[in-house]
């Protein structure tokens, strides 16, 4: 990735007026590059008997309800002291609406809050966190509940890596960030554990494989980093392992592995969990993207 060029130089966040929306905005101001422009989106649901009915139709004569959007966005963008421009949106969901106006303009990021029920500083895949990732023309990030309020910076940047081209491009976009916070990288590969029996082996030979398979990717992962950043490879669960690294460093960088058209969002297994556990920030990569992409399952 060149110096200069931006990272997430325009970045969408949604907004609703709540605790979630004001974690996005807060986890928002982190990721935009500092010449980049935010645009805090509030999507007004529309009717489900909608249909083809344009938007000045929906809004009524006087346009109420998205004047009423507005005064919300302007509410909190006054109260998170941002400078942002302000989108009022009627569509069928959140999800559809940030999507749509996503790609209208070719924004490189998403930011959405957590579910508003939950544990605080934890991730929780609400229905409108879900819309947001699934089918996303461009990387989406999810702020844990609280998190506007924690103050707290990532120490460090998490790349969860699997060795594939996309999680190379994922190491390459990580790095970047990294030192553009300041902050150290740390770059995780979990080595999946299959039975003992299922492998042909057992006892103190079995540990002893698994050793020896886990010390030969660390050192294939070890020349993949380089020497700006810390390589880790582990036995155990990608899931679970990488939502551990989310305590650690304040923010994970994974990829999205889920099969559907380039450069589209689609959660894959790894992704998905880290969606309803992360214990952190969460950036999720499309798939194929060319510019920012990133790939774990």
């Not at 990829?255 to 999720?284: C, D, E, F, I, N």
Request: charged share 20%; net charge negative; aromatic share 4%.
């Amino acid at each position: 990735m060149a110096e200069h060029e931006r990272i997430f130089g325009s970045v969408l966040v949604g907004v609703d007026g709540l605790q979630g929306g004001r974690d996005a905005i807060a986890l928002a101001r982190l990721l935009c590059d500092p010449q980049g422009e935010l645009l805090l989106v509030h999507v007004r649901a529309l009717p489900d008997h909608a249909g083809e009915r344009s938007a000045e139709a929906e809004q009524g004569d006087d346009g109420q309800p998205l004047a009423d959007a507005l005064a919300l966005l302007e509410r909190e963008r006054a109260t998170s002291g941002v400078q942002a421009q302000l989108r009022a949106v009627p569509a069928s969901s959140p999800g559809r609406g940030l999507h749509e106006l996503a790609g209208a303009e070719s924004a490189d990021l998403i930011v959405v809050g957590s579910s508003h029920r939950g544990f605080l500083g934890r991730v929780l895949m609400g229905n409108a966190t879900r819309e947001a990732l699934t089918g996303s023309p461009c990387a989406v990030a999810v702020a844990p509940r609280g998190y506007a309020e924690s103050k707290h910076r990532p120490t460090a940047v998490g790349v969860g890596y699997d060795g594939s081209p996309e999680s190379r491009q994922a190491l390459t976009l990580g790095r970047a960030l990294a030192e553009r916070m300041g902050v150290d990288l740390k770059v995780l590969q979990v080595v999946p554990v299959a039975g003992p029996a299922y492998a042909g082996f057992g006892g103190v030979a079995w540990g002893e494989a698994l050793e020896e398979i886990r010390a030969d990717v660390q050192k294939d992962l070890e020349q993949a980093v380089g020497p700006v950043g810390e390589a880790r490879a582990m036995l155990g669960i990608a899931g679970e392992a990488l939502a551990e690294l989310g305590e650690e460093v304040g923010l994970v960088v994974v990829g999205s592995r889920g099969y559907g058209p380039l450069r589209t969002l689609l959660l894959g297994s790894t992704a998905r969990y880290l969606a309803r556990h992360a214990r952190s920030p969460l950036l999720v990569l499309p798939r194929g993207s060319e510019e920012h992409a990133g790939a774990v399952d």
